[in-house]
């Protein structure tokens, strides 16, 4: 428990349903100093959002569990801000509290010494002046998460197609056996035409609003995708409209994709190409806008990135290129694809020439692989429209050049887990002594 000085206190900042009892009563402690405590009253998400974004240090939030806007975002927000978040449950509402984020969960019926006791172990007393640090976060659920192939390129290259084309591919592979999941991420969603659905829910909102207040199971989160039989992988179908991105919370994506991860032995991502955020454009709106393409990227094993032939495409291709590399993505990690590519090799060898000759520009870019090449195929659209499966001349590549890339990381990661064993050390003799009955044994007498 943390000792309080004479001259600290614990700044508490609270937010609780209209007329709880226990609200009141952690005021009344803190007016009265029957607390070491000063007691921040809010009374709505947004003015505790506002406050937390305040220069002003907390200790702790106080929350009350049975409101809406409390969750898996508003936890890590206060936690970002060295905040304990200690959650007041009163039973109405059955979740796990400590793995959405919260510090320590105490009862409705509220005792003075739970709180101080709360704060003693999980927060930080301030003093006059004085700044907090990061609250120590929860540990994270030690787990198995397959890798995750993003798939992303300039718009109209075939994005969507090349990423179902992989997830084929990869869902025949027996090493996955077929646990393959496509998840739509774009913001404009267009696998669920891609694959004639039916249906548009369930799908990425409702993955993401369970992950907002909760943490699903396994069974769960498979039964939010949809079976795509003939070709050997599982659906996430994406947003319904453009605009439903700001339904989305950062931890609550990040939580969901983890979950996907646990889910499915590889998942593919279908995302868009625009990774900006606060620190390249200074806005924090168009960052939460591109969490989908970002969250996915950053933890992305390979990153795919499709164009097609022709000047200005290719020259579109290359900032994408430089996106990618300029967000963190290594180059060993960069797979270039030019869908739809001309069959002549002096074409073929003309385009890679270009995109060479562009990307020596770009961070790293002169490391980058040479481009693959996927041909053209005749009544493709034929293909997609009866939801058949897509031909071996387009997958095979594809899944080829991805498999290759996770088998290099996987390799590297193997590396160096070894990397610190130390050398082999040779052993005189006699340094390790003796069994007890070898000791008297005549052919070791001196």
């Known amino acids: 428990m943390t000792s309080i000085g004479a001259r600290e206190r614990y700044v508490v900042v609270g937010l609780a349903a209209a007329r709880a009892s226990w609200f009141t009563e952690v005021a009344r402690w803190a007016n009265s100093a029957a607390l070491p405590l000063e007691f921040v009253k809010c009374v709505s998400v947004e003015e505790l959002r506002a406050r937390l974004a305040s220069a002003r240090p907390f200790s702790a939030v106080l929350l009350d569990a049975s409101l809406a806007g409390v969750d898996r975002d508003l936890a890590d927000l206060a936690r970002s801000t060295g905040c304990a978040v200690l959650l007041i449950d009163d039973g109405r509402v059955q979740r796990d509290w400590l793995a959405l984020g919260a510090s320590a969960v105490l009862p409705a019926s509220l005792r003075r010494a739970d709180l101080l006791d709360a704060l003693g172990a999980h927060a930080i007393p301030i003093g006059r002046g004085d700044a907090v640090g990061v609250a120590a976060a929860t540990p994270p659920r030690a787990s198995w998460q397959g890798p995750l192939v993003a798939v992303t390129g300039v718009a109209g290259s075939g994005t969507s197609t090349v990423a179902a084309a992989l997830s084929q591919g ?39 609003d369970a992950h907002r207040l909760g943490q699903p199971s396994i069974d769960e989160v498979r039964s939010l995708t949809f079976a795509v039989a ?6 996430l179908l994406g947003l319904r409209r453009h605009r439903e991105w700001t339904l989305l919370r950062p931890r609550a994506v990040e939580a969901s994709l983890e979950s996907l991860r646990r889910s499915y032995r590889l998942v593919v991502a279908d995302v868009d190409a625009d990774l900006e955020g606060e620190d390249q454009c200074g806005s924090t709106d168009v960052e939460d806008r591109n969490v989908l393409a970002r969250t996915a990227m950053v933890n992305a094993a390979v990153a795919v990135v499709v164009g097609q032939p022709g000047v200005t495409r290719l020259h579109a291709l290359v900032r994408v290129l430089e996106t990618v590399l300029e967000f963190g993505v290594p180059p060993r990690h960069v797979v270039t694809v030019i869908n739809r590519a001309p069959r002549s090799p002096r074409a073929r060898a003309e385009i890679t020439r270009t995109v060479a000759t562009l990307a020596e520009s770009l961070p790293s870019g002169g490391q980058l692989a040479s481009p693959l090449f996927l041909p053209d195929r005749r009544r493709l659209d034929e293909v997609i429209r009866d939801s058949r499966r897509l031909p071996s001349t387009l997958c095979s590549p594809i899944t080829a050049a991805v498999a290759g890339v996770l088998d290099l990381a996987d390799d590297a990661a193997g590396r160096g887990a070894t990397a610190g064993t130390a050398a082999p050390v040779p052993v005189v003799a006699g340094s390790l002594g003796a069994w007890h009955d070898d000791q008297t044994d005549e052919r070791y007498a001196d």
């Open 230 to 235: 003939d070709r050997g992988y599982q659906l």
């Open 170 to 208: 990869m869902g025949d592979d027996p090493r996955y056996a077929g646990v393959v999941a496509l998840a739509d991420l774009a913001l404009d969603a267009h696998q669920a035409v891609l694959h004639d659905a039916g249906d548009v829910v369930p799908g990425l909102p409702e993955l993401v």
